[in-house]
């Protein structure tokens, strides 16, 4: 009778303990994540930013002795800020910082000067009415309570506003930090009502206004943008790989994305998501290790006003260009940052996540082998759709939604530290999921 295969936390220890030893030495990593934001900057869908950045990743890639590097095409919306300005002109005149939302249609070329209605959820709003919201800028001064329960008022607000025949609306910006900076982010209109200009100002001009409506001044504003739709772009994921050895055919991807807001260099969001990715095949790469499994690292286009990127590539399956769905092991994808790691998401639970929790026993050196149910992301939810099992990294978060769509999302956020963790864990993972025996969830 033949004995047991020893566990993945035994059988995988001394190659994990090497790539993390590498991993914390790197120097690579963040210099490749400096490179991207300091000299290329921030990389709006449809911008030449983002095709330099495209380029520049591409050669990167083949630098670091990937294979089959490649830049399959993708078209993307092409939106275009502006110059954009608001300023509160009664009871007193005051210049409100403000960013306009992702892909907000502009106003007039003299503005728009109304009234503004303040207003703390969508049942407040409802219960003003037509009557008292017709004409007017609707305010919405939500309190921040975590991301997911408070950026609806920011996707849905302008739709839910115009409805009710707002003539724009603000957002106080959806994060915690109270620094006068303001959050961009993408809104989604409905189709079944007018489009109205809409945009984000801060915590401090949200609440001043607030003020002065509950002490019964008539509060308003002028709000100038010039944003715009210009007709969709072409633009391209980027990918390359470390062919497997035994089962090229098979695949673990892992990747985030490239493009970020037209504000800040993108540095957490998702720059060092991406870098991470990349980084974390190198160290691979550099260790001389070749997994059973074909390790891909992808760098998808258009997540934050779009997600034409996923789409594209999740299409690519579909017209037998690259395999099929079947042959994907794992996907992983790292797009909240790079704050202290934690450990790993991992969708579905079951036998995936069972599988997961071994593996991450081996990131304990590190602390971050907290395995969970509830991970994927935005990129690679179209193969989750389909049932490649999901992974997503997990971080302390601590001031991630402090940064990010915002100005102050740049390097010097980023500890290189931690960010050598996040690519530790990340090497740690996709190496182990792509060269194990079996494949996650069996």
């Not at 809104?187 to 809409?198: F, G, R």
């Not at 006003?305 to 690519?316: E, L």
């Not at 996907?331 to 704050?339: F, K, P, V």
């Not at 989750?384 to 999302?409: A, C, I, K, N, S």
């Amino acid at each position: 009778m033949l004995a047991a295969a020893p566990p993945v936390s035994e059988s995988y220890k001394d190659v994990s303990a090497r790539i993390i030893a590498a991993a914390l030495a790197d120097q690579d990593g963040y210099a490749k994540l400096s490179y991207l934001c300091d000299r290329i900057g921030n990389r709006l869908s449809g911008s030449d930013s983002l095709n330099a950045a495209i380029q520049w990743a591409a050669a990167q890639m083949k630098r670091d002795g990937l294979e089959n590097v490649a830049t399959p095409a993708v078209k993307v919306p092409h939106w275009v800020r502006g110059r954009e300005d608001a300023e509160m002109v009664q009871p007193v005149r005051h210049p409100l910082t403000m960013l306009g939302l992702g892909d907000s249609v502009g106003t007039p070329p003299d503005g728009i000067t109304a009234e503004v209605v303040s207003v703390a959820s969508f049942d407040a709003l409802n219960a003003l009415g037509r009557e008292k919201v017709a004409g007017k800028i609707v305010l919405f001064n939500v309190p921040y309570e975590g991301y997911g329960k408070t950026v609806p008022y920011r996707s849905d607000g302008p739709s839910r506003a115009a409805k009710l025949g707002a003539a724009a609306m603000l957002i106080r910006s959806v994060g915690s930090l109270a620094m006068q900076t303001p959050h961009t982010g993408a809104l989604n209109y409905s189709e079944a009502d007018p489009k109205i200009p809409a945009a984000a100002i801060t915590f401090e001009d949200a609440t001043l206004i607030q003020r002065l409506t509950d002490a019964g001044e008539t509060v308003s504003v002028h709000l100038h943008m010039e944003a715009h739709m210009l007709p969709d772009a072409d633009s391209a994921n980027v990918m390359g790989e470390i062919p497997g050895r035994e089962k090229p055919e098979e695949i673990v991807v892992m990747g985030g994305h490239i493009d970020s807001w037209d504000v800040g260099a993108g540095a957490q969001d998702d720059g060092s998501g991406i870098m991470a990715a990349l980084e974390a095949a190198a160290v691979i790469k550099k260790l001389g290790l070749h997994p059973r499994r074909t390790l891909r690292v992808v760098f998808w286009t258009n997540e934050e006003n779009g997600g034409a990127g996923g789409r594209a590539y999740r299409a690519m399956l579909d017209g037998k260009t690259d395999g099929k769905i079947h042959d994907y092991v794992a996907a992983i994808e790292m797009d909240g940052g790079a704050e202290k790691p934690l450990g790993f998401g991992v969708s579905p639970g079951g036998a995936a996540l069972a599988r997961a929790k071994e593996i991450g026993r081996l990131l304990e050196p590190i602390g971050a082998d907290t395995i969970r149910e509830g991970g994927g992301g935005a990129d690679i939810a179209p193969l989750m759709h389909d049932g490649v099992p999901g992974l997503g990294l997990l971080t302390v978060e601590q001031h991630y939604f402090d940064w990010h769509h915002t100005r102050t999302d740049t390097v010097d956020k980023i500890d290189p530290q931690e960010f050598r963790q996040c690519i530790a864990a990340m090497a740690v993972m996709s190496y182990v999921l792509a060269d194990m025996p079996e494949r996650l969830g069996e």
